[in-house]
């Protein structure tokens, strides 16, 4: 099942049985629908007219709402991904931090585990384990959250935000963009900073 990304984690805590998807607009098991939260439950109740009437039918629908019939992207484009995964250990979040401040720096797991005082091997063992993400990803993950922040609140370009966040370059970044938030910078952008709009 899926619910609002803020709850997926207490969810999941309360009902160890059940496989949450935080990241879906809305899930069906069989029989069961859930969804995301209350504007989540047009999409669920869109993909429903579509199971028992056709796509069509469902097209339609969404026409005269004036929504996507199917919402490009989940949850993971409107949520804080990077709250939930702050290390325990204080050495860890010392690194946490040091990305956060420099995103665009060369960080390696040599020089992360160097910075933590632990060798390689057991930092991405002991840093996969507190965060759920390899340290490649978090890092990854902590550039798209930086982006994220430049597309919603300036007029920067995608090029110049891609060298800032450390991506390098506008492909690398939308590429990140789409395995992190199922959508590319520009259309973040143009939900998120309604007074830009961009090509990337």
């Known amino acids: 099942m899926t619910t609002h990304w803020a709850s997926a984690e207490g969810l999941a805590e309360q009902h160890p049985g059940v496989l949450i998807e935080p990241d879906q607009i809305y899930v069906r098991d069989r029989d069961v629908w859930t969804s995301a939260g209350v504007t989540a439950g047009i999409d669920l109740a869109l993909a429903l007219v579509e199971n028992d009437h056709g796509r069509e039918m469902a097209l339609e629908v969404a026409r005269w709402l004036v929504v996507f019939a199917r919402r490009p992207g989940g949850q993971s484009q409107f949520s804080a991904p990077l709250a939930a995964q702050s290390a325990e250990r204080e050495p860890l979040r010392e690194v946490q931090e040091a990305v956060l401040i420099d995103p665009a720096g060369e960080w390696p797991v040599q020089t992360l585990a160097e910075r933590a005082c632990m060798s390689p091997r057991n930092f991405a063992r002991v840093f996969r384990r507190e965060t759920g993400l390899t340290p490649a990803a978090w890092?990854?993950?902590?550039?798209?959250?930086?982006?994220?922040?430049?597309?919603?609140?300036?007029?920067?370009?995608?090029?110049?935000?891609?060298?800032?966040?450390?991506?390098g370059t506008v492909e690398t970044m939308r590429r990140a963009f789409r395995r992190r938030l199922g959508v590319s910078p520009g259309e973040y952008r143009d939900r998120f900073n309604a007074g830009v709009r961009d090509a990337a």
């Open 139 to 167: 890092v990854e993950t902590a550039r798209v959250e930086r982006a994220r922040q430049l597309l919603e609140a300036s007029w920067i370009g995608t090029e110049t935000i891609a060298g800032d966040c450390g991506f």
